[in-house]
């Protein structure tokens, strides 16, 4: 995939939005949703090019693949077991408490809908930002997996660049929940994400197929 990097980017139109959104500095979550194998070379592109750098969540296994474990343990990002997610989570909040951007898929996987919209959401992202009291800011992509369909193992270029959409949307509100218990307050975080990147990825998938 790190190969193929520059077709892919070459491919896309990039359609950014809400990017004035992102932090200039210091801590935050960003929770997107997964619509391709391909979502982090596009996020992140976006992502760089504010002059940040993202720490992406990804499960352990990519981190001792011959062709790719190198560059997630280089480039910082935070390895999740899956069979010992706590440590994850404990990861990423030490990276967010050094001023990190983590960005954290929270459906767990790329979307199994056939319609490629939301799953239902993992509590990860939430607990990182209320244990950090950072911000959770919804980032909702579409058209990635135009190029890169998902579970296809394929590249897709044509004569036409394909539109990809990256929203960025306001961070999702937590600090009225931070008083209640934490089970209560992580129910209600993930209700309130699920219910703003939900319509978020909604309006860009609606947008596209118009």
């Not at 992102?22 to 504010?50: C, K, R, T, W, Y």
């Not at 997610?85 to 790329?110: D, K, M, N």
């Not at 960025?168 to 129910?187: H, I, K, M, N, W």
């Amino acid at each position: 995939m790190l190969v193929c990097k520059p077709l892919l980017l070459l491919g896309r139109r990039a359609d950014w939005r809400g990017t004035e959104r992102l932090p200039g500095s210091g801590g935050a979550v960003l929770a997107a949703n997964h619509v391709s194998q391909a979502d982090p070379l596009f996020l992140g592109e976006m992502i760089l090019a504010q002059g940040r750098t993202p720490r992406f969540m990804a499960k352990a296994s990519l981190f001792h693949r011959r062709a790719v474990g190198w560059w997630f343990r280089s480039a910082g990002h935070v390895e999740v077991d899956r069979s010992d997610g706590r440590s994850g989570i404990r990861a990423a909040v030490e990276a967010v408490e050094r001023g990190a951007l983590v960005v954290v898929y929270p459906e767990g996987s790329i979307t199994k809908r056939p319609d490629g919209r939301l799953m239902s959401l993992r509590s990860g992202a939430v607990r990182i930002a209320l244990e950090t009291s950072a911000p959770l800011i919804p980032v909702a992509q579409w058209g990635v997996q135009a190029i890169v369909p998902a579970y296809e193992g394929r590249v897709v270029l044509g004569r036409r660049r394909r539109r990809v959409t990256l929203l960025v949307g306001d961070p999702v509100p937590l600090e009225d929940l931070r008083e209640f218990p934490r089970a209560t307050a992580v129910t209600v975080g993930v209700q309130r994400l699920q219910d703003t990147l939900a319509v978020m990825v909604d309006q860009l998938a609606d947008e596209h197929a118009r």
